[in-house]
């Protein structure tokens, strides 16, 4: 099943920052977002996700499929590596996460606490937390940051991995991953609006 | 759902997670009431049973800023939002989990305290009784207000203004219950009452809370 989108048009903060947005996200594709800071691609992703809703326009096919990650990875600090991605796994049902420690190279961290973790790491352990949730779409909110250039491939190769298992990713990213990926630019699909203060992305720094 | 009741203790009780702070406030304020209203045991008697509801009110009031506040700082509730697990059914853990690690403990420390401030033999039963059953009302009504407040930076203070008028029919009843069992008399009505307002508020603030949630989180 499809990710489609049609006609699609979003507000952050009380102001359109996008309008007419139309695609379609096939399985076993990736397609990267490209736009300028403040172009709406977090909005674009958090109404995706669910997380807001569109001023117009369409979403299917996103109904509890979507993992999601964002600026933030949603870690405790007082807990293990382990435990932060076994908690993950459990809301979404599964219970293996080995996989996902293999993935990302954790497995030497697995008992540190989140807390005594350094930014590439934490952000490793956010991202592999996509891979114990089991849905198809992963919606990405500029995963790579932070991350080392051998992080950057362990993170391409998980992507490449989830692609060709059937899975789709969305995600919005300035470094070239070495996907096979489509390229969507939101820039020409940005709302007319004469005025646009209060649509900064502070809450989002 | 277990998963997530078990993470919220788990987190409780480890370092900083703010487990003891109600029960250290609790503590403090009634080893303090003797002191400021002076060694007259009569009166304490018969202050005993509201001081005590007073005190486990504000305790529970305390760590109620930190229910929601640091999940949605760390951004786990956004990820929990996309999560298959309902939002009602979240706010009623992260409340079960408030109430476990808060609530109960202060049920447990109150009739040790209530020797301290002198509390009359037969309302030591009716205390126990009457804070274990408004103690889960405290925190339902409260995590509602942790969800008003959930975006707001330093939103304690907000946070107590709005929750503190609806904890007010808890106390009442509350202290009440355990006044009439302290000073021998039938207190019946007060514990229906209590136990009505009660489960009215777990059944329903739930549905409050995750509404006002989605509503601040967009």
């Given at each position: 099943m499809a990710l489609l989108v049609s006609d699609l048009s979003l507000a952050r903060g009380g102001v359109?920052?996008?309008?007419g947005l139309n695609f379609r996200l096939e399985p076993g594709r990736a397609l990267i977002l490209r736009g300028p800071?403040?172009?709406g691609k977090t909005t674009l992703l958090r109404t995706i996700a669910g997380l807001q809703p569109p001023l117009e326009g369409q979403i299917s096919g996103a109904e509890d499929r979507i993992a999601y990650a964002a600026h933030a990875d949603g870690l405790k600090a007082m807990l293990s590596v382990a435990e932060n991605l076994a908690f993950w796994a459990q809301v979404f049902?599964?219970?293996?996460?080995s996989p996902a420690l293999d993935a990302y190279a954790l497995h030497p961290l697995r008992n540190r606490l989140a807390g005594t973790l350094s930014a590439g790491q934490k952000r490793r352990l956010g991202l592999s937390r996509l891979m114990v949730t089991g849905r198809p779409i992963w919606v990405l909110d500029?995963?790579?940051?932070?991350?080392d250039s051998d992080a950057v491939r362990l993170f391409a190769d998980a992507v490449r991995g989830h692609l060709s298992a059937g899975g789709s990713a969305l995600m919005a990213t300035?470094?070239?991953?070495?996907?096979?990926a489509d390229v969507l630019d939101i820039a020409p699909f940005r709302a007319a609006s004469t005025s646009r203060v209060g649509a900064s992305d502070e809450a989002f720094l | 759902m277990i998963a997530l009741l078990i993470r919220d203790l788990r987190l409780a009780l480890r370092a900083g997670g703010g487990f003891g702070l109600g029960l250290a406030f609790f503590l403090i304020v009634t080893v303090l009431v003797p002191f400021s209203v002076g060694p007259q045991q009569a009166l304490l008697g018969s202050i005993a049973a509201g001081v005590l509801w007073l005190g486990a009110l504000l305790a529970c009031l305390l760590s109620l800023d930190r229910l929601l506040a640091l999940d949605y700082e760390d951004g786990t509730l956004d990820l929990l939002l996309t999560a298959p697990l309902p939002l009602e059914a979240v706010v009623s853990i992260k409340a079960l989990a408030h109430w476990l690690t808060t609530g109960l403990p202060l049920v447990l420390a109150a009739p040790v305290l209530g020797v301290l401030l002198n509390l009359p033999g037969g309302g030591f039963f009716w205390l126990v009784v009457s804070l274990a059953l408004g103690t889960p009302a405290l925190s339902v009504i409260g995590t509602f207000g942790a969800a008003l407040t959930v975006g707001i930076k330093r939103g304690g203070l907000l946070l107590s203004l709005l929750v503190l008028p609806l904890y007010v029919p808890t106390l009442i009843f509350g202290a009440e219950a355990a006044r009439r069992g302290a000073a021998g008399l039938d207190p019946q009505t007060p514990v229906l009452m209590l136990a009505g307002i009660t489960f009215a508020t777990i059944a329903l603030m739930p549905f409050a809370s995750a509404a006002v949630l989605r509503m601040g989180l967009r």
């Amino acid at each position: 099943m499809a990710l489609l989108v049609s006609d699609l048009s979003l507000a952050r903060g009380g102001v359109p920052v996008l309008t007419g947005l139309n695609f379609r996200l096939e399985p076993g594709r990736a397609l990267i977002l490209r736009g300028p800071n403040g172009s709406g691609k977090t909005t674009l992703l958090r109404t995706i996700a669910g997380l807001q809703p569109p001023l117009e326009g369409q979403i299917s096919g996103a109904e509890d499929r979507i993992a999601y990650a964002a600026h933030a990875d949603g870690l405790k600090a007082m807990l293990s590596v382990a435990e932060n991605l076994a908690f993950w796994a459990q809301v979404f049902g599964n219970s293996d996460i080995s996989p996902a420690l293999d993935a990302y190279a954790l497995h030497p961290l697995r008992n540190r606490l989140a807390g005594t973790l350094s930014a590439g790491q934490k952000r490793r352990l956010g991202l592999s937390r996509l891979m114990v949730t089991g849905r198809p779409i992963w919606v990405l909110d500029e995963p790579t940051v932070s991350l080392d250039s051998d992080a950057v491939r362990l993170f391409a190769d998980a992507v490449r991995g989830h692609l060709s298992a059937g899975g789709s990713a969305l995600m919005a990213t300035h470094i070239d991953l070495g996907l096979d990926a489509d390229v969507l630019d939101i820039a020409p699909f940005r709302a007319a609006s004469t005025s646009r203060v209060g649509a900064s992305d502070e809450a989002f720094l | 759902m277990i998963a997530l009741l078990i993470r919220d203790l788990r987190l409780a009780l480890r370092a900083g997670g703010g487990f003891g702070l109600g029960l250290a406030f609790f503590l403090i304020v009634t080893v303090l009431v003797p002191f400021s209203v002076g060694p007259q045991q009569a009166l304490l008697g018969s202050i005993a049973a509201g001081v005590l509801w007073l005190g486990a009110l504000l305790a529970c009031l305390l760590s109620l800023d930190r229910l929601l506040a640091l999940d949605y700082e760390d951004g786990t509730l956004d990820l929990l939002l996309t999560a298959p697990l309902p939002l009602e059914a979240v706010v009623s853990i992260k409340a079960l989990a408030h109430w476990l690690t808060t609530g109960l403990p202060l049920v447990l420390a109150a009739p040790v305290l209530g020797v301290l401030l002198n509390l009359p033999g037969g309302g030591f039963f009716w205390l126990v009784v009457s804070l274990a059953l408004g103690t889960p009302a405290l925190s339902v009504i409260g995590t509602f207000g942790a969800a008003l407040t959930v975006g707001i930076k330093r939103g304690g203070l907000l946070l107590s203004l709005l929750v503190l008028p609806l904890y007010v029919p808890t106390l009442i009843f509350g202290a009440e219950a355990a006044r009439r069992g302290a000073a021998g008399l039938d207190p019946q009505t007060p514990v229906l009452m209590l136990a009505g307002i009660t489960f009215a508020t777990i059944a329903l603030m739930p549905f409050a809370s995750a509404a006002v949630l989605r509503m601040g989180l967009r």
